[in-house]
């Protein structure tokens, strides 16, 4: 498909390298090219792994190379609607995202997950019942959660099973990805400053089932309301969970348990309480997603429920980090959108200092707000969207705000404002750009500064 011809990647970042490394198995031309001026062709060309020929090209791209481009391949972070790109597809230039391009190699079975929140918690979640079935070396835990799938589309076999962490902005690109089993997990307005529309963002997050069949499965969770409307028209066969109500046919809560019913049979599967170290509402609907996918593909019941019994939570998801002086910190750097942020609340039990704000992609913040109930005893603002979610609490009649210029001001501004039995929590609905690289830097900053406070 790739065959001899000049290929062009856009974005020299991880998934960029990626691609190009994946590229350099087939007898094609490949150029790398990053509009950032600050970077050289050689900073770019030293990312490259020794042996693989590669054009690096920054700044400015010249037009030759445009019109000589036979494939471009865009990089999750490349706005799909840019003159460059634009120009491209009206040329008729093939253009394929990264997992499309993985994909092309995969020679195993896929499990895709996407959704607004929880996708990483899942897909780990759903990584180790793989591993735990199938073994570790057959097993390909790739996407969005941080290892190309690029890296590791050309090492899978048959027998093999890649978990795909799949968000929006790689799902605008596919054209002929069809996983064996997808899931969406749940949608919720984010990402608009890329899609400018809701529509958009649902069409993209549908994607993922769009090349599926009957005979596939798409997991959807019943009390989304558009995953539960995309259940009529999806081209798989819709499984539901629900942690709302019973359903007819899927998983459920039934007071604290997991129940699966299919066809007028019920299994009684675990206890959300006592089986799982995962702890809100919201993993108990990652669990059963999990438990959907792996009975999907045929994993044994008995190990995905163990498997599911020793899962700690992931990093920077509703993290616990440490006790000092009484006072407990828990590290939810990972909720970049109110709804992710609502969970993060959602799981505090005490009075919390809540650490908010960063940078603006055109969310509203009342329901996150209105989902304090009480429990917020200071609201500690940071970045560009501070001003936007103050406001917007004053109308909720939250008024204990305080703004900090600086992560480090606001760090130790939350350690003065907590008393012993109280809770610091960094859940800022926000994404952390402008301040940090990613909301990892911003989570592991936030790890530092407690554990180098002193007291037990």
Known sequence: MLEGKKCLIIGSGISGIGAARLLSDYDTEITIYDSNEKLTPESITEKLPAGIKVNCITGELPENVEMETEALILSPGVPTDL????RMRERGVQILGEIELAYLAEKGRVAAITGTNG???????????VKAWIGEDKTFVVGNIGNPYTLEASKTKEDSVTVAEISSFQLETIHTFQPAVSAILNITPDHLNRHHTMEAYVAAKEAVAQNQTKDEICVLNYENDYTRDFGERCP???VFFSSRRELEEGYFLRGNRIIKRFGGKEQDLMD???DMELVGLHNAENVMAAIAMADGLGVPMEITLQTIRGFKAVEHRIEYVATKNGVVYYNDSKGTNPDAAIQGIKAMDRPTILIGGGYD?????DEWIESFDGKVKWLVLIGQTREKIAECAK??????IKFADTFEECLKLCTALADPGDAVLLSP???SWGMFPNYETRGRLFKEYVNSLPGR
């Open 236 to 238: 798989a066969r819709p």
């Open 429 to 431: 609905a926000c994404a």
């Open 119 to 129: 996708k990483t918690t899942t897909t780990t979640l759903l990584g180790e019942i």
């Open 272 to 274: 959300i309480k006592s």
């Open 395 to 400: 109308a909720h009649g939250i008024t204990q």
């Open 83 to 86: 003159p460059l790109v634009n």
């Open 361 to 365: 992609k055109q969310n509203t913040y």
